[in-house]
């Protein structure tokens, strides 16, 4: 289970304090990669400078090692490694314990181990310098002090390069660490030329690859014009839809404010295929429930017949109050294609839930409680959901139990899952359960 996709920052954080649990509590005999993780951890914190200033570094060094899990490769590799039954031959121990110092900036351990180093300044993208916290190269630009990487950069003219400067940068500034991507930047900046200086092509592809993966907006800006101050265009028009999808799936709030802000005043005009950047961004913020992004969003010109029901979907009953306070209209709401859209029945478009604050607000919106009957009804939901208290408020604002097909459909979906209390709640309320499940057969 922790080793699937993430999808959010809160499954990440999650599955992280799972993992970490896990590591510190493994019994000594249990799984060999945890104990393994945690053998690293020990042996880090007795080289630190601060143990006995700092009582919980294992656990600290534990939830550094565990944060390094989240790219698609290194959560494989971890997947891979929870199910070895053996030990890790020298060679591979050690590559593991050299990449946990950079995570830990245990500078001690990164010194006496002279053929690791030297083979991550020589060759950085090599596949043997890696470990299951990630590349060697890149855990040294996530993780490293200044100190730290001054010292590999300089360990030996004919080691350290331009090109493994240019390395770190990347990897620093996917991080979001405005302050070292600043510093490798003006490191040497007159001796070490970077490697796209007068090939406007290869700068162009680089900063690119950089501005894909950041989501920091410190360094989007850094970045941003250090593009155009090598003679191309800011990079905003072209990653804008991707970058501001992306923010607002993942909850980057921060990135997005500060990308919306910098994008066009108004919504760019619907295409038969696609809505604007600002519309297609705003069902993702809504799904996550992200007022402020989808308020934003909204001054902006994204079109709201989509908000609505995407918020009724996810339950996000404040965000459905603040659009309804905004004077968007349930009749308004739209589901579908952009380009062939339909009128939502919103009391039937629950992807979770359903909700009794969701569908109260709906109700006094004016919303038809009976606008959906039989397989769509929510009397059906909230059977489904063995939901009293909602079944009980819709029948009291006027919904039909025996409108066509919406009492067999309670009875057939509380059969279903084995729901006795609903089947007596539906006799309670004159259905004959089974007849309705003659007819429904």
């Not at 620093?172 to 490798?184: C, E, S």
């Not at 360094?219 to 941003?224: K, N």
């Not at 500060?258 to 809504?286: K, M, Q």
Request: aromatic share 8%; net charge negative.
């Amino acid at each position: 289970m922790a080793f699937r996709r993430i999808y959010s920052w809160e499954e990440l954080y999650f599955y992280n304090a799972y993992l970490k649990d896990r590591i510190m509590n493994e019994p000594v005999k249990g799984n060999r990669f945890l104990n393994d993780v945690r053998n690293i951890a020990l042996h880090m914190a007795s080289l630190s400078e601060v143990r006995e200033a700092n009582e919980h570094i294992v656990h600290d060094i534990v939830r550094t090692l565990c944060e390094t899990r989240r790219p698609p490769e290194t959560r494989k590799y971890w997947k891979d490694e929870f199910h070895r039954t053996s030990k890790w031959e020298s060679d591979e121990l050690e590559r593991q314990l050299f990449g946990a110092a950079l995570c830990t900036n245990t500078t001690s351990f990164i010194r006496s181990s002279d053929t690791l180093r030297n083979n991550m300044l020589s060759n950085p993208t090599s596949p043997r310098n890696s470990c299951v916290f990630g590349e060697h190269i890149e855990l040294a630009a996530k993780y490293g002090s200044e100190e730290l990487l001054e010292y590999l950069l300089t360990d030996g003219a004919s080691i350290a390069s331009p090109d493994l400067k240019s390395e770190l940068f990347k990897f620093a500034a996917k991080a979001g660490r405005i302050d070292i991507v600043r510093f490798l930047y003006n490191f040497r900046s007159e001796e070490w030329p970077w490697p796209f200086e007068g090939d406007i092509s290869a700068m162009r592809r680089y900063l690119r690859d950089i501005l894909m993966g950041t989501w920091n907006p410190q360094v989007w800006d850094f970045i941003d014009k250090l593009r155009v101050s090598h003679g191309s265009q800011s990079a905003l028009s072209d990653l804008l839809s991707y970058k501001l999808g992306t923010c607002a799936r993942m909850n980057y709030l921060d990135m997005a404010v500060h990308l919306v802000r910098l994008g066009p005043d108004a919504e760019e005009p619907l295409t038969l295929f696609e809505g604007g950047v600002y519309t297609s961004a705003i069902t993702y913020a809504a799904i996550r429930g992200c007022l402020p992004l989808v308020e934003l969003l909204l001054d902006k010109g994204a079109d709201s017949k989509h908000t609505l029901p995407t918020a009724v979907a996810y339950g996000r009953a404040k965000l459905l109050n603040v659009l309804l306070d905004r004077g968007i209209k349930t009749s308004d709401a739209m589901v579908g294609l952009s380009q062939s859209p339909k009128p939502a029945q919103l009391l039937s478009n629950f992807k979770l839930g359903p909700y009794l604050d969701v569908v109260r607000l709906l109700l006094d919106a004016g919303v038809d409680v009976n606008e959906s009957i039989g397989k769509e009804s929510p009397l059906a939901c909230a059977i489904a959901a063995e939901h009293t208290a909602l079944f009980n408020f819709l029948l009291e604002r006027g919904a039909n139990l025996h409108s066509p097909g919406t009492a067999e459909e309670c009875v057939r979906r509380a059969k279903q899952d084995g729901l006795e209390s609903m089947l007596s709640l539906l006799e309670q309320h004159g259905v004959h359960v089974k007849d309705c499940s003659e007819q429904a057969a």
